[in-house]
């Protein structure tokens, strides 16, 4: 039985709705309206009741080259834009085989690429850094994306998996019937129908990178390769004291542009989530 | 025109428990030019085999010659890849490029070809002329009625002048209505292009109609190859004989005493007497058990005094226009006869089924049981 409610409970809903929508928004908001207002702040240690407004954190650490900002959003972007590329080119013809040509312990070995994935960082950490010296790698680029690709792998291959496998297989076979080879077939026909796919995979994979600290902070030491979480991480001030006007300026320049391509693209960034997730 | 021909070609799976033939040594002549359909309820091998001619699937042993040229042999341990073969064909689903147009579609086979561009679009258009579809070229497949993307895909497959034509159930996605125009259609164009041609189908009237020669399959295995009258008129076995025809063919259980001339069949308490040439397999003696096929259509309503009419009782029927399929039981059997239009049967009605000894079949095989 149902008992239709009165209008009056029905305004009370919508109240107690949009009470609830509210705390929920604050509460997720408000570290990022922190961030915002120390960096505009002139007094950044003492938020208060006198609030100035300043952009002068923002010049300082755009100018400043002590503090090497801007070489740090260089690392990180080429780092990134590579790992994620190289990474999704792999990825590509892994799925691709894996979705269209059956061998003997398929499963196993999807399996263990996935099971890779659960691998804590923290575990690899100490032998990666003993790898990447070894190999005179510390402090480069290289020894920032080869671990990179290694570490989002295992996540792009399987949401290229579940873009792959919805992709019908009779359209390889035509290809192949109209005299396609199965590498042209990948670049003719797979590709540009999987390329939304390819796409958030492209991004997710960047975004992934951008975001990375631990790795970076073992296997960096100064601004040749230094990316932005750990370069933020480490600013400190002429008298060891923590500037965070500075701080905070560098972390929403470097917010923004993520913030900006997931609201842009988050239709994507969802439905590659959502497919890794429930696999194909 | 080329002859296309299968000598005992095998193909197993293997499952995790067990392995599973899918085709178990198959033969077959298509000749230059013919219309060939291999027919079979799902399962049976037919579409395996298809895709054996065309090079999608790897049979285990065997031999597959296209005229002189080999296509696949696993005594000289040669396959040729699809793009090799030049063979052409058409998929279930239409299989069109969604990302291309139709003119694209259609010029997809001839530019991997490195054909040149003036010749390509000179095709492409003879193409859309030939299939009605010229004013769709610049349209994507998803903007396409489904009768559209039928012959996008029969153009595709025609344009580029294949030696063998394939198709896999290619009706089988369009309504009624259109499958039956379409069928005509592809029937007129075989005839005309004259392409050798293997067409895939479990519809028989799409076999019946479309074959020059039509080969039935079960289990991975043919039963019999003929025209669609000899299948008909002379199936090998009660299989055949209840997948061809609608409806299919009565059969009921006998046991029979069969000697050189005649065969005499024990049907509850009635005998029956057929010619020995009307028993399978031929040259079948002695005292067996087996079944007896009548086509609904050799069933005649008749009155209660007719010598050796059958009373039966009337569970259902259909109306299907110019005639009138009724559905009776008769000591137990069920059984299906063709009336004209103008029977109007009442279900529990007792009526009197009337038959001539010429249209009986007797099929001796105990594994036998008929759906």
Known sequence: MFVLSTAGERRLQRLLYAAGFCGALFFLLAPVIFMLLTALSQRPDFLGNNYVMTTRHFREILTTPSLHFVRYCINSLAISIASAGITTIIASGGAYVATRFPFKGRTAVLLMILSLSMFPQICIAGYLYRIIAAAGMVNTWLGLILPYIAWIMPLTFWILISYFSQIPQELDRAAFIDGCSPLRTLVTIVFPLAAPGLFSTLLLAFIFTFNEFMFALILTNDHAARTVPVGIALFQGLHGELPWGVIMAASVITTLPVILMALLFQRHIMQGLTRGAIKG | MKRLTVTDISKSYRLTDRTVAALAGVSLTVEPEEFFILLGPSGCGKSTLLNSIAGLELPDSGEIRLDSKVLFSAAERRVLSPRERNIAMVFQSYALYPHMTVAQNIA???????????????????????????????????????????????????????????????????????????????????????????????????????????????????????????????????????????????????????????????????????????????????????????????????TADYPDSLAATVTGYERIGRETIVFATWEGNVITLIADATTHPSVGEKIYISFSAESLFCFIDDAISPE
């Open chain 2, 108 to 302: 997809f086979p001839l530019k991997i070809r490195r054909i040149d561009k003036v010749e390509i679009r000179r095709r492409v258009e003879a193409g859309a002329t030939m299939l009605q579809i010229g004013n769709v070229l610049a349209a994507k497949p998803a903007e396409l009625s489904g009768g559209q993307r039928q012959r996008v895909a029969i153009a595709r497959a025609l344009v580029r002048e294949p030696e063998l034509f394939l198709l896999d159930e290619p009706l089988s996605n369009l309504d009624a209505q259109l499958r039956s125009v379409t069928r005509n259609h592809l029937k007129v164009l075989q005839n005309r292009l004259g392409i050798t041609t293997v067409y895939v189908t479990h519809d028989q009237v799409e076999a019946m109609t479309l074959g020059d020669r039509i080969a039935v399959m079960r289990n991975g295995k043919i039963e019999q190859i003929g025209t669609p009258d000899e299948l008909c008129q002379q199936p090998v076995n009660a299989f055949v004989a209840s997948f061809i025809g609608t409806p299919p063919m009565n059969l009921l259980p006998v046991t029979a005493e069969i000697d050189d001339r005649s065969a005499r069949l024990h049907v509850a308490d009635r005998v029956v007497t057929c010619s020995s040439g009307n028993v399978r397999p031929l040259g079948t003696q002695g005292s067996r058990r087996g079944y007896l096929g009548i086509r609904p259509e050799h069933l005649h309503l008749c």
